[in-house]
């Protein structure tokens, strides 16, 4: 795979929530290139809620202001959640709580999920 300015990358609820809480590491580089680089950031509005109520329950408030930062500044695409009959398809391959990460990844055409 050829890497562009033009890649989508695909970010699930733990990466969000990693980069938010800290600025050092693989997240953070990720979504650094995102910004820096020009790459588009992928997610759905549920992996936003989701990362959302993680940084709301358990993480210093910091984080949180770091994660709605970050959302405003990425150049990135909210994905539709897929209806069901293709989260089914996707469904023998992962986790089922996993599924609709897959199958958002892969239908909106990422080249790369994390």
């Known amino acids: 795979m050829k890497v562009t300015s033009e890649t ?60 709605y930062d970050y959302l405003a500044q990425v150049d990135g695409e909210v994905l539709p959640v897929p209806p069901g009959e293709t989260l089914q398809k996707y469904s023998s391959m992962v986790d089922p709580e996993d599924v609709h990460v897959l199958a958002s990844a892969v239908e909106g055409e990422s080249e790369v999920a994390g």
């Open 8 to 67: 989508k990358l695909f970010f699930d609820t733990s990466v969000l929530v990693a980069r938010a809480h800290s600025e050092q590491g693989g997240s953070a580089l990720l979504l650094d290139a995102c910004k820096l680089a020009g790459f588009t950031a992928q997610v759905t509005s549920l992996v936003v809620s989701e990362a959302s109520h993680v940084l709301e329950r358990g993480f210093p408030p910091l984080s949180l202001a770091r994660f």
